[in-house]
């Protein structure tokens, strides 16, 4: 009877993937959530958690919302009709940083420092690149583009690099990417908050929970406040309200890089450059 013990422990491990220490937790918060083993898999829904191999993709349908969580504790939130992918974690001492790729919709990072060090990611869309060494904040992708939001970032923790040209971010500024890769930095507006929050996503650095609206992690399935707005649809409007900011802007740089403004960026600072990192032209009556 003493080897029941042994043999039911060995059972379990058997039945446990090798690595599974190694790979991404996928749960799932509320609606449907899934996973793709590759990009034209079946989507297999996913109830409670998952673990997410190297390559696969995590997904979220309308309504929807799913939390990722990284080997270093490092959290990823997607919010509604999202679709990610990660691949293989690495060591904050690899050359290689830790690639995670936002097909479509939108995200909420809290990337974590580690003891010593830096965390080592990098974000790709269709348009744009996303280097993050330890921070929280947005970012979406959608038909218009993207749009990366800084809730909490220090200097050097994100730069969004674009059309061959790379911008620093700091708290509280936002940068549109279009399509056409014309990049707009400027304070964060209600209408870039909004879009991200419709999604299911919090939009504030301290909050209790990644998500908004009374969404909670764990919670069962269709609790919490209805998202109704599909994720990166606010696109837009965001680039929008940046663009009418920047045309009233009082004081214009003429550099061929954006410069980074002060943590507390004045809405009036923004600028607009093209994929060639050249000024795009102030609108008439807003001279320099």
């Known amino acids: 009877m003493r080897l029941l013990p042994c043999v039911l422990a060995a059972a379990i491990v058997a039945g446990i993937p090798a690595g599974a220490a190694e790979e991404t937790q996928l749960r799932a918060v509320r609606g449907t959530v899934g996973y793709q083993a590759a990009k034209d898999a079946p989507f297999a829904r996913v109830f409670g958690s998952f673990l997410l191999q190297n390559d696969q993709f995590a997904v979220t349908r309308g309504g929807s919302n799913a939390l990722l969580v990284l080997t270093d504790s490092s959290e990823v939130a997607l919010g509604e009709n999202t679709d990610i992918q990660v691949g293989q974690i690495t060591q904050v001492s690899a050359t290689e940083p830790t690639a995670i790729t936002l097909v479509a919709g939108a995200m909420r990072f809290a990337i974590r420092h580690p003891a010593g060090g830096q965390s080592n990611y990098r974000f790709f869309t269709s348009t744009s690149q996303i280097a993050v060494r330890g921070t929280i904040g947005m970012l979406s992708t959608g038909p218009d ?144």
């Open 145 to 288: 583009g993207d749009v990366v939001s800084c809730l909490d970032c220090a200097p050097g923790d994100v730069t969004v690099s674009a059309g061959g040209n790379t911008f620093p971010l700091v708290t509280g500024q936002s940068a549109v990417v279009t399509t056409a890769g014309a990049v707009t930095i400027a304070t964060t507006s209600t209408a870039i908050a909004t879009s991200f929050a419709h999604t299911g996503l919090s939009t504030v650095a301290n909050s209790s929970t990644p998500f908004s609206g009374g969404i909670h992690a764990g919670t069962a399935a269709g609790s919490g406040a209805t998202a109704g707005v599909a994720a990166g649809a606010g696109i837009a409007a965001a680039a929008a309200a940046i663009q009418t900011s920047a045309n009233s802007a009082a004081t214009r740089s003429g550099a061929p890089v954006i410069a980074v403004p002060a943590p507390a960026p004045s809405p009036t600072g923004a600028i607009t450059v093209n994929s060639h990192g050249t000024e795009l032209p102030a609108a008439p009556g807003h001279g320099r």
